[in-house]
């Protein structure tokens, strides 16, 4: 069946930190790839998409590119802030029927 | 984009006791989905809630211990019944929008169960 892979956290960072979360997939056909965050004390928010394959997802200067060759769904940041602190779910849909990562909880410090 | 809020936030409750969560939405959708979140665990999917038909269950979830309420398109109740310590979890309401694929959250219900 599907299922997703991600980096176990957390991580933390210094601000202005490079910041890569790793996520890697199974699925059969094409499903969308999510990255959803999740601030403390609030629901999850999603942070950016992709529906196909070599698509790029960009939101608040965070990217991840599909790529269909590696099965992964890479989160990039070039220079993490303190407000970027949060926990990052990795997710792929096919017709509704979401499966999420674990979960990586990232830490940034001023 | 939809707007969700859940009640109760938050619930500190007794072993052997029932608590029922509420799901508002603003607009009205055809399914809504119901979540639990372990600690230190990532989503998982309970059942989808349909209104005029009872919910679908997913594998390791019942009836007897989750039941769901559908009464209209932006209204549903999640039951948690004769909890154990084993159900304190984050519960979490949710819908799809049919255009992007996307799913909001509501904040969800962090349920302590002693």
């Known amino acids: 069946g599907n299922s997703v892979t991600q980096m176990e956290g957390p991580v933390t960072l210094s601000e202005e930190a490079f910041l890569t979360i790793n996520c890697t997939y199974t699925a059969t056909g094409y499903p969308s790839l999510f990255w959803y965050v999740q601030y403390p004390g609030e629901g999850l928010q999603l942070l950016l998409k992709?529906?196909?394959?070599?698509d790029k997802g960009s939101n608040k200067g965070f990217e991840a590119t599909y790529r269909k060759e590696t099965t992964s769904f890479h989160l990039e940041k070039g220079s993490v802030q303190v407000s970027d602190s949060a926990v990052y779910f990795c997710?792929?849909?096919?017709?509704?029927?979401?499966?999420f990562g674990t979960g990586t909880r990232l830490k940034v410090l001023a | 984009s939809a707007v969700i809020s859940q009640k109760p936030s938050r619930d500190i409750c007794q072993r052997g006791t029932s608590l029922t969560i509420q799901c508002q939405v603003d607009?009205?959708?055809?399914?809504m989905f119901w979540y639990r979140q372990q600690p230190g665990q990532s989503l998982t999917l309970i059942a989808t809630?349909?209104?005029?038909?009872?919910?679908?269950?997913e594998s390791g979830f019942v009836i007897d211990k989750f039941p769901i309420s559908r009464p209209n398109l932006t209204f549903s109740t999640l039951t948690v019944s004769n909890m154990s310590p084993e159900d304190s979890s984050i519960y979490l309401c949710?819908?799809?929008?049919?255009?992007?694929?996307?799913?909001?959250f509501g904040e969800g219900s962090r349920l302590t169960v002693l």
């Open positions: 997710a792929l849909s096919g017709t509704y029927k979401y499966i």
């Open positions: 809630a349909n209104q005029g038909s009872e919910a679908t269950y």
């Open positions: 992709a529906t196909k394959a070599d």
């Open positions: 607009s009205q959708v055809t399914m």
């Open positions: 949710s819908v799809g929008s049919g255009k992007t694929g996307e799913l909001f």
